[in-house]
């Protein structure tokens, strides 16, 4: 077990901490705990990269243990009606979406590998940063207006522009296309 699978697991045992600090709206403390999966997402993969430690486990629970933080800060945030209901639909469907898609490619048989897109990559970094702001004006009784209305604004585009770039790749790595000239 690498330094940095150890500090990815510390993030998953974040999440219920977070959950929990949330759902007794105990604002300093989920957003310290958001804080420090943050911080410890950019160690870990420092380490990775520094020290040599990558490993094939890593590279599947970093993300795993990112987008659980995420997913579950904003249905809680979508329950106590901090974020609009749409927004948190959006987001939890598009990873079921992607995650169903990824099992029924592997299931029969023509398993596909997600890659990140550009787009995915910034919806990622604006909904960090939405759920940071929300819980920041939370923890300090204060107001960013319009950052958190823009952030919703451009959270659900890049939802469901990443979710629409998902499926395009999907569907034509289903069909053979973009495989080396092959169409099936």
Known sequence: MTIPNLITILRFVLVPAVVLAMLQARWE???AGFVVAGVSDGVDGFIARRFNQQSRFGAYLDPIADKMLLVSVFVVMGFIGQLPLWLVVT????????VCAVLLSTVIGHPVEIKPFLVSK??????IALAAVVLGELAFAGHLDPLRPTLILLSGVLTVASAAAYLVAWLRH???YGEGGKSG
């Open 174 to 176: 289903m069909s053979g």
């Open 91 to 98: 987001m939890v469907s598009r990873d079921a979406l992607i």
């Open 122 to 127: 910034a919806n990622t970094a604006i909904q």
């Open 29 to 31: 403390w989920a957003f």
